[in-house]
Structure formats: C-alpha cells, structure tokens
C-alpha cells in the first residue's frame, strides 16, 4: 500500500510539474520573454519543484523531530544523478548533444563548483543554516548573472495563439497545488516503506525519489532533443542540476540544519563529480556527444543503481 501511495505521489509530482511549467511557458511567452529565458531559466527552475517542494516538506518533518535529512540530501543527490546520467543518456541516444564551449565552461563551471561547495560543507556530517543559506546565495548569484545576459541577448518573439492570462494563471496554480499535495505523499509514503521495508531513507531518497522526480527533466529534454534542439535538451539538465545542488539543500538547511550521510559524501557526490566531468568534456568537443557515448553514460548510472540496489 506505501509502494502504491509512493509511485502516485510522483506521478502527481510529474503531473504537478507539467502542467505548471507549460503554463509558465504560456504566460512567459505572452510577456515576450525571450526563448533562451523558457529554455534556461524557466524549465528549469520550473522542472525542479518537486525536489524543492520535497526538500522543504522534509526539512519540516526534521524541525518536529521527525528525521528526514537524508530525503533531503539523497533525492537532491539522486535527481542530479538521475538527470545527469539516465535523462541525459536517454536523451543522447535520440540525437547528438553538444554545446558552445563558452557556454560549457561558464555552466560546465559553475556545476562542478557547486558540488564541490557542497561536499566541503558536508565534510563535518551537516549542513548548518549559515551554509544552507550560502548555497542559496551562490544560486541567486548565478540566476540574476543568467537573466542580465539573457536579456541583452533577448530576441522578438513570434506571435503564437495563447490562453487568455486568466486561464494560464488558472492552470499555474492549478499546477502547484497539485506539486504541493503530491510531495506530502511522496514524503510521508516513502519515510513508512523506508521503515517497513528496513530499508535506508538514503536508498529511497537517492533512487526511487530521485529518478522518479526527474521525470520533468527527462519529458522536456528528450522532447528537446527529438526536435533537434540540443541546446535547449542540454541546457535544461545542466540548470536543473545547479538548482539541485543549491537550493533544496539550501532552503531545508535554512530551515534547520541538516545531516549530511557519510556514505553519500563518499559515493554519491564523488560519482556525481566524475560523471558530470565526463559529460561536460563530451559536450565541449567540436563534435559533441554521439549516441554511442550517452549510451556509456547511461551504463555508468545504470552500474550505480544496480551497486546501489545490490548494497541493500
């Protein structure tokens, strides 16, 4: 019965979470917001409510007593991996990606920074409020240095038939009240099959959690890439992963300060390191990244979750 409310949870998140983003994507476009803004910033950010919204609600539940610090580390972690290895995989093997150079090295950059930030204030076992707030801050940073040159770079966009403002609104909202009660679900259910299971929160938050919050990601960028838009396909998991490394973790931490797993710190952020490395030194070659090279890519995740799987 959890395994039932835990996989209806997600799929309210995915649910919750489409129709947010398209609906934003409306509104954006009504605004004449450039396209670069939908692809960078918008989808996202907006594809990324779920682990913020699981984040908070966990980070509550640790403020009462309840501990939930690895659902909250463990699914940022493991919707990084997910959509760094497996979307990211997927999306490889239905076009080649690639990526200017300059982009791949200003993103490409602040990607492995982030982890880096993290794993150092994960060295002491926590993530303290000052530090949560720091990587919120670094986020922030990031996002307002994305707008400015995205706006000196906007172009007109083209004139497309829209829903009237009214019923777009209508839809956004719509949509994040469906993410918000759906990652109650997704909290609740799977801390009670961690323990009927006897299973780690680390396991459920890494995998289950993880992968399945990264449905979004794994919808937008292998929709992307069918339509040749690898920019757009890469671009959206390189954000999401920056977002994910900062603010989930970010927020709950400025809520409470959270516990930060051991095991995670020495096999999760390592791996994630290395992968993102991998992929990034793919992405920056004149050639970009073929099918053949996502398929390795998705073999190393798929390698992880199978070790992860095994470990129990």
Avoid: C
Avoid at 77 to 97: K, R
Avoid at 174 to 196: D, H, K, N, P
């Amino acid at each position: 019965m959890e395994f039932l409310a835990l996989l209806a949870g997600l799929a309210g998140l995915w649910l919750g979470t489409e129709v947010t983003i398209r609906a934003a994507v409306v509104i954006a476009a009504r605004l004449s917001v450039s396209e670069f803004i939908i692809g960078a910033v918008l989808l996202s950010v907006g594809s990324d409510l779920p682990e913020l919204m699981i984040a908070i609600r966990a980070a509550l539940e640790t403020l009462q007593s309840a501990q939930a610090s690895d659902i909250v580390v463990g699914s940022a972690l493991g919707s990084s991996l997910g959509q760094i290895g497996f979307v990211l995989g997927i999306a490889g093997l239905t076009a080649s990606l690639s990526l200017p150079r300059k982009l791949v090295f200003q993103h490409g950059g602040v990607l492995l920074g982030s982890l880096i930030l993290l794993g150092l204030f994960g060295l002491d076992g926590r993530v303290s409020r000052v530090e949560g707030i720091s990587l919120v801050t670094v986020y922030v940073i990031y996002l307002s240095t994305l707008l400015a040159e995205a706006t000196a770079i906007a172009k007109p966009r083209r004139q497309v038939k829209l829903d009237s403002p009214l019923v777009s609104l209508a839809y956004l909202l719509m949509g994040l009240v469906i993410v918000v009660g759906s990652t109650e679900l997704t909290v609740s259910s799977a801390t009670r099959l961690a323990v009927v299971l006897n299973l780690e929160q680390s396991f459920i938050a890494v995998i289950i959690i993880g992968l399945g919050s990264s449905l979004p990601e794994l919808s937008i960028s292998v929709g992307a890439a069918f339509k040749r838009r690898a920019s757009m396909s890469v671009g959206n998991l390189i954000g999401s992963n920056i977002f994910d490394t900062l603010v989930p973790v970010g927020v709950a931490a400025a809520i409470v300060d959270l516990e930060f797993d051991a095991s995670m710190l020495h096999l999760e952020v390592p791996i994630l390191f290395i992968l993102s490395v991998l992929v990034l030194v793919l992405l920056s070659r004149s050639k970009g990244m073929k099918k053949g090279e996502a398929a390795i890519i998705l073999g190393l995740y798929l390698g992880y979750a199978t070790m992860k799987i095994a470990s129990i």
